[in-house]
């Protein structure tokens, strides 16, 4: 059973401030997407990573798979209120299985 | 983009009864809609996938005569909690994706159980 570890668990920072929440998994990833999730809300995807040492950058948020394809970062510069969420890391499987989440980082930005 | 709805957004029952969610996707055909459960504070948990016609394959833990999923058209799924009890308050939420849309899975914007 594939586990994913999510670090830090929660984090709280002031606003500007940048930050990074890390994804670590206990086998290879099919491909690792990773989601943003609102209290109340289903979770959104925000990027989707397949190859190892791939870099994706989303506005502020930068994404990284590692070379071993079994950890992932997500960087976000300048921190704004609006980014307060969970981060969720999650396995696809292949497509036609559901998704293993790990237990996401909460992040909270302060005005 | 692709919508998938859920209705009810939040239901309180009494202890014993049974409530039923429905997930739809609105603006394509799923080929498999997924159910999750989410306890506070924790992540997603796979309960069962559900492909449209067939039974649906719960994951190791989940009973499937307590969570009763059909999946009656490419367009809808329902979940049954049957006989709910107070430890089946959660939020559930349900996921679709589609052959020709690749690995995405387009999430709803869940359901809140609360068993009194």
């Known amino acids: 059973t594939q586990l994913l570890e999510q670090s830090p668990q929660f984090l709280s920072i002031q606003e500007g401030e940048n930050l990074t929440v890390y994804c670590n998994s206990s086998?290879?990833?099919?491909?690792l997407q990773w989601y943003r999730q609102e209290p109340g809300e289903g979770p959104v995807l925000l990027v989707t990573?397949?190859?190892?040492?791939e870099v994706k950058k989303l506005k502020r948020l930068t994404f990284q798979f590692g070379d071993a394809r079994k950890d992932s970062s997500l960087h976000i510069t300048a921190a704004q209120p609006g980014d307060t969420g969970l981060y969720l890391c999650?396995?696809?499987?292949?497509?036609?299985?559901?998704?293993?989440f790990g237990k996401g980082t909460h992040l909270i930005i302060q005005p | 983009g692709a919508v998938v709805s859920q209705h009810p957004s939040w239901v309180i029952c009494k202890s014993g009864t049974s409530v039923k969610i429905e997930c739809r996707s609105l603006?394509?055909?799923?080929?498999?809609m997924f159910w999750y459960r989410q306890f506070p504070k924790q992540s997603l948990m796979l309960m069962a996938t559900?492909?449209?016609?067939?039974?649906?394959?719960?994951e190791q833990g989940v009973e499937k005569d307590k969570f009763l999923i059909n999946h009656a058209s490419l367009t809808l799924s329902t979940l049954t909690v049957t006989s709910a009890h107070p430890e089946d308050s959660s939020f559930y939420i349900c996921?679709?994706?589609?052959?020709?849309?690749?690995?995405?899975?387009?999430f709803g914007p869940g359901t809140r159980l609360l068993v009194l």
């Open positions: 996921s679709a994706n589609s052959f020709d849309r690749g690995e995405t899975q387009y």
């Open positions: 603006d394509f055909q799923a080929t498999t």
């Open positions: 999650a396995d696809s499987g292949g497509g036609a299985d559901g998704l293993t």
């Open positions: 086998s290879v990833f099919s491909s």
């Open positions: 559900s492909n449209e016609g067939s039974k649906a394959t719960y």
């Open positions: 990573v397949v190859t190892g040492g």
